[in-house]
């Protein structure tokens, strides 16, 4: 926090690439100084200007400036984070949000000169809130046709995850695997043998909560599931259903419980 009677401190983070620079003319002294100008105009004194130069706004990890920046921030070395542009900061609508989010929790304020946008008027937080409303818009409409997509496959069939044990994926299908046959010999262990979970989950390989999902796993009997919904799957069953009837039985005889999808 700042004395008393001095100004709020601020931070500047600037960053161009070689190619934007080239096109845009948007160079790092040109933003520093639109800045500079800006954060004085709004009453604060500029602490430190982080400069990430020739780097992408792809990944912030990235950019060794901006985990700096964010982590004097975390810090509390200054009561805001001054930008040029909404873009310098992240080109990734999410990732924006969810920083400038984090910054919010720290009692951080984020101005954008040119997108007018700043978290430290009434009118400013509106717009933020308004950005974040539409983020979390896109959030849930891709949600939802990533679950109508997965929703889709496993009404064909189709595995919708990675391949269980003992089968493997060729060409977007489940197919048994070449150690497919020791899923019915762990399935016959368990049911027939006097051995614990432990025992056998050490016996082949697994830990106890890999077993237990191995022993409780529809996919064995040619089936598919998805939020709650079981359907027919386009592979081949590896046990019965006799067998997989009697295994379920003798965990609820014994009090194990299951694996949650």
């Given at each position: 926090m700042t004395p008393n009677n001095t100004?709020?401190?601020?931070?500047?983070?600037?960053?161009?690439?070689?190619?934007?620079?080239?096109?845009?003319?948007?160079?790092?002294?040109?933003?520093?100084?639109?800045?500079?100008?800006?954060?004085?105009a709004l009453g604060y004194e500029v602490l430190k200007i982080?400069?990430?130069?020739?780097?992408?706004?792809?990944?912030?990890?990235?950019?060794?400036?901006?985990?700096?920046?964010?982590?004097?921030?975390?810090?509390?070395?200054?009561?805001?984070?001054?930008?040029?542009?909404?873009?310098?900061?992240?080109?990734?609508l999410r990732d924006l949000i969810e920083t400038i989010a984090k910054l919010k929790e720290w009692n951080i304020d984020f101005v954008s000169l040119q997108d007018k946008i700043e978290t430290t008027s009434a009118s400013g937080k509106l717009m933020f809130h308004i950005i974040s409303a539409f983020a979390?818009?896109?959030?849930?409409?891709?949600?939802?046709?990533?679950k109508f997509s997965m929703d889709k496959k496993a009404r064909d069939g189709n595995p919708i995850t990675r391949a269980p044990y003992g089968y493997k994926i060729v060409e977007k299908k489940l197919i048994p695997s070449?150690?497919?046959?020791?899923?019915?010999?762990?399935?016959?262990d368990f049911l027939n043998q006097k051995i614990s979970l432990t025992q056998l989950a050490k016996k082949y390989g697994f830990s106890v909560n890999g077993l237990k999902k191995i022993l409780t796993n529809q996919a064995y009997l040619g089936k598919v599931k998805f939020d709650n919904q079981t359907h027919p799957g386009a592979h081949q069953p590896l046990i019965?259903?006799?067998?997989?009837?009697?295994?379920?039985?003798?965990?609820e005889t014994l009090g194990i419980n299951k694996i949650k999808d």
């Open positions: 100004k709020p401190l601020a931070a500047i983070y600037i960053r161009v690439s070689t190619e934007e620079q080239a096109k845009q003319g948007i160079s790092l002294s040109a933003q520093e100084e639109a800045l500079k100008n800006y954060a004085s982080y400069k990430d130069e020739g780097k992408s706004a792809k990944d912030i990890k990235g950019r060794p400036e901006m985990m700096a920046i964010l982590e004097d921030a975390q810090a509390h070395k200054f009561q805001a984070i001054f930008v040029y542009k909404l873009d310098r900061f992240s080109r990734s979390e818009f896109e959030r849930n409409v891709t949600g939802e046709r990533t070449e150690n497919s046959y020791l899923v019915n010999e762990i399935f016959q019965s259903s006799t067998l997989f009837n009697h295994v379920q039985n003798k965990f």
